[in-house]
């Protein structure tokens, strides 16, 4: 499409717009575009402007002209200082970029006039739908509260979510040296500062704050002004006695937008119009420049329109979905602060900097070994030993590192009983220097099997199996522990192996299955339940104690109840799978009476030095399920009735469930009860790296980390992070027979000196 004579509407003179606009014109010099703008050219509602490297560079390569201008007005610095409680703990090597927002725009109209963009100031542009009979292209860049988004919602399908967390935006007459986060312990409750400067005299402020705080300081019933001056004299430390000072600044919630479509016909959607993304990660125009620069290269790249806007939004939508998640990691972890507050001083900082897992333990560790190793020393790190790789005592076990080999199903066994397929799956993970090694769900009964492959602890001979994968585990990988997770299906039972049809019904052969209500699990598929009478809870209870007494003969040294997934005890704990009235149904306290009865039955028959814990579903994913606060009252309960750790988890528990899949997605419900509960917790759910593992023990949000498939992929996936990490002490000791294999292979050569193939 290079070199055409396209029509170009604009709707929105924000930097998003006037960035399209002037890349599209540089790029077609014989385009018409035109952009219109409600405010006036001076007007703006916030006060500075962060760039990355990235997006400078992005700037850079597509316009040199602008990142000339820009170059010339950025103040840069690159130390965060968090203060808490009177202290300040500070980390450098961060490198930051910001701007005054007017400045922005000042550049980018004096750009746009430059070559030969028409800007229209005070207006309002005609509608989207208007302006698509008369210009081949509509880019709607009119913000969060779109009108082109609403006009056309049947098509571009927003979803909406606003957020419990008040802020405002204001601004300092003077520059902060650093980026500064501060914490204010009120009478009210928390509220936090988010500082930076913009200029070498100025400097934005936000103050936040949960809407409750906000409501009981009364600043729900402040002006402008007074708002201004109550936020002045709350951070009065941090501004030296200063004044703030505001833009027709209002108290505002965040609203994430999500599009399932970002065009519709000619019309394309870009910056907070198209995606939103929390301002504690300083995404916001990131976004919308990084939006216009990919929106402009497709234009001119593609063969024609409808391709050129696939393709902008095949590039952009991985990128805006990452930076969803990670300002959705952030934006929590600011709602959930008061959470965090008794963590000592540099661990406090630490989650602090970590929260949206974009900075991780390694890379913050190449920004600042100092400040890290600092973090490491109050963590309790031996000299030399990643956080991973200290131990962990639960009762009389000491887990020499913090790694778990999280329980699969394999479906392997035959009428319940471990084959040589589990001694050698459960004997390769355990000699590949995981601290505990889990085995699968262990059914209690034949009819507690989800599948006819599940492996049982209700027969002698299951019991000889088990003992002899224990002492394979002790004997050949000393000072690895060897868990065993009990379990019963409930009405998720009698199905298919996973790789014949998860969750459909056994074609033949069926058993009987029983659950808190007869509801079946996919409805009009699966098998209706019998509802458990008392006789029935009786006889599950007993059989679970009895599987703990096998399970404490075989020589396991942890023991895990499975309250997870909606299998049995799961469908007593969540209002969607129980429905009884009787005194095990109806409110919380009641639908955990049979689970806790069930642990406090087998904790009765463990061993009292050795550890048990418990597998829950911190939520549904569902409307109507678990609650937030019923995850924490149900791991306080557990807690209480003698639990070690929580094993936390989610979801499973409906089919129609809605998971926000992402990376370590499941542990911010870890976090959330470890930091309020109290109790030790296990952390899953799609954390692959070590890093990870570092980083969400460092901040306290996790005391052990459970991963699944990388030891499905790597058995020894623990020693090889060791060995990735220079790590050679006695939280991954390698086994004897092993130890020639502890360095990486050499590979063939590709830096060797070519051959002279020519005289000079």
Known sequence: MAGDSMRIAVIGGGPGGLYAAALLKRLGPGRDVTVWERNAPDDTFGFGVVLSDETLGGIEHADPVVHAALREEFVRWDTIDVVHRGRTETSGGHGFAALGRRRLLEILHERCRSLGVRLHFRTEAPPAERLAGDYDLVVAADGVHSATREAHADVFRPHLTTHRNRYIWLAADFAFDAFRFEIAETEYGVMQLHAYPFSTEASTVIVEMREEVWRAAGLDRCDADESTERCAKTFADALDGRPLRSNKSSWLTFTTVVNERWSHGSTVLIGDAAHTAHFSIGSGTKLAVEDALALAACVEEQPDLRTALDAYETERRPVVASTQRAAAASLRWFEELDTYLDQPPRRFAFNLLTRSRRVTHDNL??????????????????????????????????????????????????????????????????????????????????????????????????????????????????????????????????????????????????????????????????????????????????????????????????LELHCAHGYLLSGFLSPLTNHRTDAYGGPLENRLRFPLDVFDAVREQWPADRPMTVRISATDWADGGTSAEDALAIARAFADHGADAIDVSTGQVVPDERPEYGRSYQTPFADRIRNTVGVPVIAVGAISSWDDVNSLLLAGRADLCALARPHLYDPHWTLHAAAEQDYRGPGAPWPPPYRAGSRTPPAGRTDAPKPRLTLN
């Open 365 to 558: 560790r190449l920004r600042d070994p100092d400040f890290t190793g600092a973090v490491e020393e109050e963590f309790g790190c031996p000299p030399g030993t990643p956080p991973m790789f200290t131990p962990l005592r639960l009762r009389g076990l000491e887990l020499r590192n913090r790694v778990v080999v999280s329980p699969m199903d394999m479906y392997s066994a035959t009428d319940g009983v471990p084959g040589d397929f589990h001694l050698v799956h459960l004997g390769a993970r355990a000699l590949g220097g995981a601290g505990l090694v889990m085995t699968e769900m262990v059914c209690v009964s034949p009819e507690g099997r989800i599948t006819p492959g599940c492996a049982g602890l209700y027969t002698d001979e299951q019991a000889a199996a088990w003992t002899r994968t224990a002492d394979f585990v002790h004997r050949s990988a000393p000072g690895t522990a060897f868990g065993v997770q009990l379990g019963h299906s409930g009405r998720k039972g009698s199905t298919r192996l996973m790789w014949e049809g998860i969750d459909q019904p056994l074609d033949e052969g069926n058993w009987p299955l029983s659950a808190a209500s007869p509801l079946p699990y996919v409805p009009g598929v699966s098998q209706v339940p019998e509802a458990l009478d008392r006789s029935g809870l009786d006889a599950i209870r007993e059989e679970f104690a009895a599987a703990a007494r096998r399970a404490a003969h075989c020589g396991f040294d942890l």
